[in-house]
């Protein structure tokens, strides 16, 4: 009986991408899932039929020999590479392992270890400054409780593969050469199961959400990852299971800008403040302080608090608090205080007092001059 052609079988055209057939594949495995189709015969070797079409479609050196030599080109009886057996298990771990970062790549490997997960985590300044112990909600591939990781039913165990002996691997032969390609009755695991665990359908591994405890250390910032080793998803039947990193990132402060261990912040001050000098109260993370400002200080000059910063969550030493200070204009002025502030600029009389106000004018009539001459 002639088989039918694989790109009819997926209902893709004949230049679909790797990506259009894998969709098509798991639209159609889905539908005729033996667990669906209640042991309808036909059904069963139409999804036989659909696992092949994918398997040979998907690598790139079956494809090409499909579509050059047709059904003749993968057919292990003619020194091709092919042969049914997979696993109705198996199409869980296309099916899902897209989603959750597994799936079979082929190469040849045997169970392989769980993949490694990120988790991004939001923090204030003051909790990152400070640390802080936080729980967190990871959905996530966990070991089976029912196969502990198996995949085969409780009470027996998965056999050595017959086509490969355990290997993982089998030869394809075409004419002189010889090419090592993975087994396409175990993919390539060195096992079958041949009654696999209902829970996890022979996968060794379900989704759940696992809740777990996270310590940040005191000094984390925005791009900072902490390692949780061995959270990350459950390998494939028993295999290591991946990390889960923590990628931290540090929401905006309303008053402070962080720049690695120190932190910036503009405090305003009055112009009688600026003029004559004081002390004010300046906010830290750890209450306020006060600061002396100098007598005669001009906008955006920077004071620096000493230790006021942030402790370095890998070198142990403390940062600065930098205080850029911002000469506020008064608004609102009642006639009484715009008469004053009249008064108090006529007398000024030179530039002695607003030397830098004097400097620029200067350079600009000097600016002028140089083109008129």
């Known amino acids: 009986m002639s088989k039918r052609d694989y790109y009819e079988v997926l209902g893709v055209a004949k230049s679909a991408t790797e990506r259009e057939i894998k969709k098509a594949y798991k639209k159609l495995a889905m539908k005729y899932h033996p667990d669906r189709t209640q042991g309808d015969k036909g059904m069963e070797e139409k999804f ?53 970062g597994g799936g079979r790549r082929g190469g040849g490997s045997r169970a392989r270890q769980g993949s490694d997960l990120r988790y991004n985590l939001e923090m204030t300044l003051e909790e990152a400054v400070r640390g802080k112990e936080v729980e967190i909600r990871v959905p996530t591939l966990v070991e089976c409780d029912s196969c502990h990781g198996s995949g085969a039913k409780k009470g027996t165990s998965p056999t050595t593969c017959p086509t490969c002996k355990g290997n993982g691997q089998v030869q394809m032969r075409q004419g002189f050469f010889a090419v090592q390609q993975t087994c396409p009755t175990c993919s390539g695991r060195g096992k079958i199961i041949s009654d696999p665990c209902t829970p996890c359908r022979g996968q060794g591994r379900i989704e759940k959400t696992k809740t777990l405890s996270v310590k940040v250390p005191a000094g984390v910032d925005t791009g900072d990852r902490i390692r949780l080793s061995g959270e990350g998803e459950a390998g494939e039947m ?93 608004i609102n002025l009642s006639s009484k205080q715009k008469e004053m502030l009249e008064e108090f600029e006529a007398s000024m009389g030179g530039g002695k007092n607003r030397p830098k106000e004097q400097g620029f004018f200067d350079g600009v009539k000097k600016f002028f001059d140089d083109l008129t001459n």
């Open 48 to 100: 036989k039929e659909i696992q092949e079409a994918h398997e040979i479609l998907t690598d790139d050196q079956k494809r090409a020999a499909y579509d050059q030599y047709g059904h003749a080109g993968v057919d292990p009886n003619r020194g091709g590479g092919h042969g049914q057996g997979a696993d109705f298990g198996d199409i869980f771990g296309d099916v899902f392992g897209d989603i959750f």
């Open 238 to 330: 028993g295999a290591p299971a991946g990390d889960l990193y923590v990628q931290v990132n540090v929401r905006q402060h309303e008053i402070f800008e962080r720049d690695g261990n120190n932190l910036y912040c503009e405090v305003p001050i009055s112009f009688t403040v600026a003029a004559l000098g004081g002390d004010i109260e300046v906010p830290t993370l750890d209450g306020k302080v006060k600061l002396k400002i100098s007598a005669e200080t001009q906008t955006g000059k920077m004071y620096r608090l000493r230790g006021k910063g942030v402790k370095s969550v890998r070198s142990g030493s403390v940062g600065d608090l930098m205080c850029k200070v911002v000469i506020e204009t008064p």
